[in-house]
């Protein structure tokens, strides 16, 4: 079945240690998105990218950092510049432009 | 700037009854609409959308939403809710068009189904 894979499902970390979070689509889609989530804020969008080798900044997009060197993966990692790093993080894709958007299950941070 | 308001953090409902689970938007163009779900620790799943056509628009699981241009409204409605509807819905909003930018999320609301 074709989806979109976030791992891991919980990861802890220190304060001060970067981090990667992993998503990989086999939809076939060119566009990619991460959103941060946090209870009663609703989703922030942290980057997106639109084809490989390239992604635009989100509205939250300060401490984080993203690569698109394959169609399929879209990693972000967490850096120790991000202030409030514990969240919920959502990875999603879509293919056209009026299409909606699919989501992988989450990884849910936690920072210390 | 694109912006969508759920002005309700939580609906409460009794089984069987009609639900309505509120969304309006600001978009400077046409809006592309969208009703999502989430279920604890899991993504979003998506609903309905709204890109152009017949303003009521069928969606998952017996949902429907109407598209009213005059109140830039896309409320979610169903006619007989179940305990299973019980969860954290989103509603979200782009501007009509090409480009790969993001959607814009409300903040969501919690519909809780009573036996």
């Known amino acids: 079945d074709g989806g979109i894979t976030q791992s891991p499902k919980y990861l802890f970390r220190k304060e001060g240690q970067n981090v990667t979070l992993s998503c990989e689509q086999n939809l076939n889609h060119d566009a990619m998105y991460w959103y941060r989530q946090d209870p009663g804020q609703g989703l922030r969008l942290i980057y997106y990218s639109q084809i490989v080798n390239d992604f635009q900044k989100g509205d939250i997009a300060e401490g984080y950092s993203v690569s698109r060197e394959k169609k399929e993966s879209f990693p972000l990692t967490v850096t120790s510049a991000q202030k409030n790093p514990t969240a919920f993080y959502l990875c999603?894709?879509?293919?056209?432009?009026?299409?909606?958007?699919?989501f992988g299950n989450g990884t849910r941070l936690t920072v210390t | 700037a694109q912006s969508v308001a759920q002005p309700e953090d939580q609906v409460n409902v009794a089984e069987g009854n009609p639900l309505t689970v509120k969304c309006t938007y600001s978009?400077?163009?046409?809006?592309?609409l969208f009703w999502y779900v989430q279920y604890p620790n899991r993504g979003l799943q998506f609903l309905l959308k709204?890109?152009?056509?017949?303003?009521l628009v069928k969606g998952s699981y017996g949902f429907e939403a109407e598209f009213n241009k005059s109140q830039t409204s896309f409320h979610l409605k169903k006619p007989s809710a179940l305990v299973s509807d019980s969860a954290l819905y989103f509603c979200?909003?782009?501007?009509?068009?090409?480009?790969?930018?993001?959607?814009?999320f409300g903040k969501g609301t919690h519909l809780i189904i009573q036996p």
């Open positions: 709204y890109i152009t056509g017949d303003n």
């Open positions: 979200a909003v782009r501007l009509g068009g090409g480009g790969a930018d993001g959607l814009t």
């Open positions: 999603a894709s879509r293919d056209r432009a009026n299409s909606p958007l699919h």
């Open positions: 978009v400077s163009g046409n809006p592309y």
